[in-house]
Nanobody, 123 residues
Framework: VQLQASGGGSVQPGGSLKLSCAVS????????IAWFRQAAGKEREWVSI????????LYRDSVKGRFTVSKDNAKNTVYLQMSGLKPEDTAVYYC?????????????????WGQGTQVTVSS
């Protein structure tokens, strides 16, 4: 299973970005897919998770109401729409695939990782 994250960039506070995670070698419907981020000097933290089966979603409190995770089974791609971006959202964002029916927030429980895409929010 391979994941390819893309869509990062530099935006001003309040701006928007849409990240994509293209999955190959398997189906997005066969995995829980999560977005994590890692800011410089900090530990990797989970951001959002979408379930393999019914598309249930989870968000960390700091991004609720601003970020939306979704998936397109036909394109085998998961998206993270980010709006109202804040400087504290600056990080490298990773997508990861894990076992179905387990919406884990721990990085170690995910088997496959994309390469990461940089998001910078600055004025």
């Amino acid at each position: 299973v391979q994941l390819q994250a893309s869509g990062g960039g530099s935006v001003q506070p309040g701006g928007s970005l849409k990240l994509s995670c293209a999955v190959s070698g398997s189906s997005v419907g066969s995995h829980t897919i999560a977005w994590f981020r890692q800011a410089a000097g900090k530990e990797r933290e989970w951001v959002s998770i979408i379930a393999s089966s019914d598309g249930s979603t989870l968000y960390r409190d700091s991004v609720k109401g601003r970020f939306t995770v979704s998936k397109d089974n036909a394109k085998n791609t998961v998206y993270l729409q980010m709006s109202g971006l804040k400087p504290e959202d600056t990080a490298v964002y990773y997508c990861a695939a894990g076992v179905p029916r387990l919406m884990a927030t721990t990085p170690g429980l995910y088997d496959y990782w994309g390469q990461g895409t940089q998001v910078t929010v600055s004025s």
